[in-house]
């Protein structure tokens, strides 16, 4: 076996010199030699804060480095919110932090004393002039990575540039926790971001949205006026004291993806193959971690190539993790605006919780006090979870915030709901949930997905559905059970899910129709017939006939469906309508066939009873519906008397590109309910019910779908509230159930441990 003797380290970055000691304390036969092309201290920022993670990794990897660190370090565990003049503290979160340039010089000490070449103010030669002359390249060269330039090709480099604008400066004196504080401009919201990295100094991060930057004149400001009027801006949380730069300026947050990280014997690292938004912490922690894996990798493996590929598969994951969590954390700076008319204390709760990683009963473990007064505030009686407090729609009220999410079974026949959907939705019915919704109920033979549909446009089917609301009703008092009403548009005359999704009937097909003939999938989807004026209103009267029966029979509430690229949706999506008339063209032209249904289903559906829009929120894909777009479709509808906005992503065109994670579609929902202040049902791989909890408590939700984890257990809900100890009226377990309310025991965990050993 082969190791590599000599190694190229390009950038003199933590990440870099760190890669650097390690490899050479692993290996002290090899010849190590670092390029940094500034001074030894040049560094941007001030201050770093590690993690309890990653400082356990360095003790193990290095005890040297790790002393020389625990003598530096200032610790706290306190995160201060000032909110329109008030602060709150949440403390039990445990934070050490020391000075980037201590850290430098730690990190050149260990190297020096280890032998290491250190070439500091020296350019280091091209990459493939060191990829020849060396066994290992690493390139540590930071987020403008030239290694990563030259071999674009190869490592594929996605960049992407945010909307905030922050300039990193210091203050000589120390907070006494993590400062989040929010000013208030004529200009426009600015936030500044503080923590003590020595016992007199903190570091201070001010960021704003780049409109509001503009606007207070800041793009003109040099080095020396940009800091002073930052300082001006949060005088209150300066105490008056001024900041101070080393070089600092004005910058936008680029995230950095790449599809590979090694090419030969040059490997990514640190910020070169990725970044993480500062607000989370996490850039200077990737990059040790990335050190020690990368060290450890070069020893474990029997050759480069098996190392480099061990090191990337043992880091990208945990990578994407940070990266989802970083880049939920930096849009909630983006939407601060949104946040600010929120009560202090959810305010504070929705900051600590922005990205995912910290949850409700996290933070009830770290500060129960502070915990118990946000919940307080949400509403929640003593000893009830925010999840099973009563949320009420018009003249329904739901017992709890949980929804069965529409799932589609394709198991009907000829559009009747059968057995299997009595004991499908009934079951879940019984589970617990709140509201339980039908799949998509297709309002005529062409409109269904496929031939397993259920549908409302017969009576024979209204009664059949008439069956299954009595069920519920009878055996699950208190649970609502609600229709979602929809046309499957191009997407119907298809197979059943299990037998290829999307994929078009083998024989049997039924013509289909949308806003504009475009095939779902070019060359193997039908392409679509264009509906004129005359189809149009065909299609609106079959979904006032659908609702009139849905009335009938007895659902509680009704949604229409307006997303995944169903008929409705089809006329949203820029990608998918092309029209020319007045039902194509401007959002408002888009948006007019929908509403005109919308208020047409409304017009027959029982006044006390609610009915929900759900729309995708983004196509996922270049050109489509965005964020921005899916406010404005949000305020339409509820303009037109839509009582919530069930906020769902995606599915319209076949190739888009979704940015899958836990929760990833919330933010969408957050950013409806936030800037317009109308209910929201979000969706989208939320798992747990700490994650509902800490959705709702922070105002991004108020009420919570969930699909999959109630096909694993349809019992989902009464399980959370004995997992939370919760037996009060938001869950009441069914009688014939009840005796199965407590978890079953498990083996005994009893036995004596061993204590007197050596005696």
Not at 49 to 66: F, K, M, N, R, W
Not at 498 to 504: A, L, S, T, V
């Amino acid at each position: 076996m082969r190791r590599p003797l000599r190694v190229a380290v390009v950038g003199g970055g933590p990440g870099g010199l760190y890669a650097a000691a390690l490899l050479k304390r692993l290996g002290p036969a090899r010849e190590v030699t670092v390029w940094e092309r500034g001074a030894p201290d040049d560094t941007f920022g001030f201050g770093v804060v590690l993690s309890d993670e990653t400082l356990g990794g360095i003790q193990h990897a290095d005890p040297v480095v790790h002393r020389a660190l625990q003598e530096e370090f200032v610790r706290w565990d306190g995160i201060d919110i000032v909110h329109r003049g008030r602060t709150l503290t949440s403390g039990g979160h445990g934070f050490a932090a020391l000075g980037r340039r201590r850290l430098l010089e730690i990190l050149h000490e260990r190297c020096r004393s280890l032998g290491v070449g250190l070439r500091v103010r020296e350019e280091a030669p091209p990459a493939a002039e060191l990829s020849a002359a060396y066994d290992l390249v690493v390139a540590a060269d930071g987020v403008h990575s030239l290694t990563r330039a030259a071999y674009a090709d190869v490592f594929a480099p996605r960049v992407t540039t945010h909307r905030c604008r922050y300039i990193w400066l210091a203050a000589d004196f120390a907070f006494d926790a993590f400062r989040f504080e929010t000013a208030e401009t004529e200009h426009g919201v600015m936030q500044l971001h503080g923590y003590p990295y020595t016992k007199n100094a903190s570091t201070v991060i001010v960021e704003m949205r780049e409109e509001v930057w503009r606007a207070a004149g800041l793009d003109r400001c040099g080095e020396a006026e940009s800091t002073e009027r930052c300082a001006a801006f949060f005088a209150g949380a300066l105490g008056g004291r001024p900041l101070r730069s080393n070089s600092s300026s004005w910058a936008a947050f680029r995230t950095v993806v790449n599809d590979r990280w090694s090419h030969g014997n040059t490997v990514l690292l640190g910020d070169a193959a990725h970044t993480a938004h500062f607000s989370i912490g996490s850039g200077t922690k990737l990059a040790v971690e990335d050190a020690l894996a990368l060290a450890a990798c070069v020893e474990e493996q029997p050759d480069l190539p098996s190392a480099l590929a061990a090191y990337e598969s043992e880091r990208r994951p945990v990578v994407a993790s940070t990266q989802r969590a970083a880049a939920a954390s930096l849009r909630w700076f983006e939407e601060l605006g949104t946040y600010l008319d929120q009560p202090p204390r959810q305010f504070a709760f929705g900051l600590l919780t922005r990205s995912r990683r910290v949850t409700h009963d996290n933070l009830r473990l770290r500060d129960p006090a502070f915990t118990e007064t946000v919940e307080d505030g949400f509403g929640c009686p003593p000893g009830t979870p925010p999840m099973f407090t009563p949320f009420r729609l018009r003249g329904l009220t739901l017992r709890n915030r949980v929804v069965v999410s529409p799932m589609d079974m394709y198991s009907a026949l000829d559009g009747v709901p059968g057995d299997f959907h009595l004991v499908h939705l009934g079951a879940r019915a019984l589970g617990g949930a709140g509201l339980v919704m039908t799949e998509m109920v297709c309002v005529s033979p062409g409109g269904r997905i496929t031939p397993g549909c259920t549908g409302l446009y017969t009576p024979g089917q209204a009664a059949a559905w008439r069956r299954i609301t009595d069920f519920v009703h009878r055996q699950s008092p208190g649970t609502a059970v609600g229709v979602q009403l929809g046309h499957s548009g191009r997407k119907g005359s298809t197979r059943l899910m299990w037998e290829g999704i999307d994929q078009p009937l083998e024989d049997g097909n039924w013509p289909v129709s949308a806003a504009s003939p475009l095939p779902y999938r070019a060359g193997v989807n039908q392409v679509p017939r264009e509906l004129d004026a005359d189809g149009l209103a065909v299609i609106r009267e079959q979904f006032v006939s659908a609702a009139l029966r849905a009335a009938e029979a007895g659902f509680d509430l009704l949604e229409l469906h307006c997303a995944h690229g169903y008929l409705l949706s089809g006329f949203l999506s820029p990608l998918t309508n092309r029209r020319t008339d007045a039902y194509g063209g401007s959002p408002a032209g888009r948006l007019r066939f929908p509403l005109e249904v919308f208020d047409a289903v409304r017009a027959v559906w029982p006044d006390d009873r609610p009915m929900t829009v759900r729309i995708s929120a983004t196509d996922w894909a270049d050109g489509g519906t965005t964020g921005e777009d899916a406010v404005e479709i949000a305020r339409a509808f509820a303009a037109h008397g839509a009582d919530a906005i069930d906020v769902s992503t995606g599915q319209v065109v076949s190739d888009e590109a979704p940015e899958y994670g836990r929760s990833y579609q919330t933010p969408y929902a957050d950013l409806i309910r936030n800037t317009l202040g109308v209910p929201v049902v979000a969706v989208g791989a939320i798992s747990s019910w700490d994650d509902v909890n800490s959705l709702l408590l922070a105002g991004r939700a108020d009420l919570c779908a969930l699909a999959r984890p109630h096909l694993y257990d349809p019992h989902w809900t009464l399980h959370a509230a004995a997992e939370q100890g919760y037996t009060g009226p938001g869950a009441p377990w069914p009688l014939p159930y009840r005796a199965g309310s407590r978890t079953p025991p498990t083996g005994r965990t009893d036995a004596p441990k061993p204590r007197l050993n050596g005696i």
